[in-house]
């Protein structure tokens, strides 16, 4: 299976500046759980509105990372909440869950290796 981050991006993004990117790193690990809390209420509140600009910002942080497949994930789930089908987000959510899971692994180790 692919890395789930493009870390060619993640470098982009950094200016090839490691100290910025372990930074970057950071704040990502620190924000998407609260984005993931955060869409689980909108979901279970039935906020459409609040779901999909919560995905937006997750698949826009995700993509910054080059977590391109958690950014897809994230772009689905944005369109359920835009036409407010969050009947449709549970499966979704749980792919989204598996795939926070394999970056936020990636991005641990890459942190501590680099």
């Known amino acids: 299976m692919d890395a789930p981050v493009r870390l060619e991006?993640?470098?982009?993004?950094?200016?090839?500046?490691?100290?910025f990117?372990?930074?970057?790193?950071?704040?990502?690990?620190a924000d998407a759980p609260e984005q993931l809390l955060a869409l689980e209420r909108a979901l279970a509140d039935g906020d459409?509105?609040?779901f999909w600009r919560t995905a937006h910002r997750l698949k826009g942080s995700s993509g910054s990372m080059g977590a391109?497949?958690?950014a897809?994930?994230?772009r689905q789930l944005e369109q359920?909440?835009?036409d407010s089908r969050l009947i449709e987000a549970p499966e979704a959510?749980?792919?989204l869950g598996g795939e926070y899971g394999r970056v936020r692994e990636y991005l641990e180790n890459l942190r501590t290796t680099a």
Not at 9 to 19: A, I, K, Y
């Open 21 to 29: 990117m372990h930074e970057l790193i950071e704040i990502f690990l």
């Open 68 to 70: 391109d497949r958690l």
């Open 80 to 82: 359920l909440g835009q």
């Open 48 to 50: 459409g509105d609040a």
């Open 72 to 74: 897809d994930i994230c």
């Open 93 to 95: 959510m749980r792919m």
């Open 9 to 19: 991006r993640l470098r982009e993004v950094s200016l090839e500046d490691e100290e």
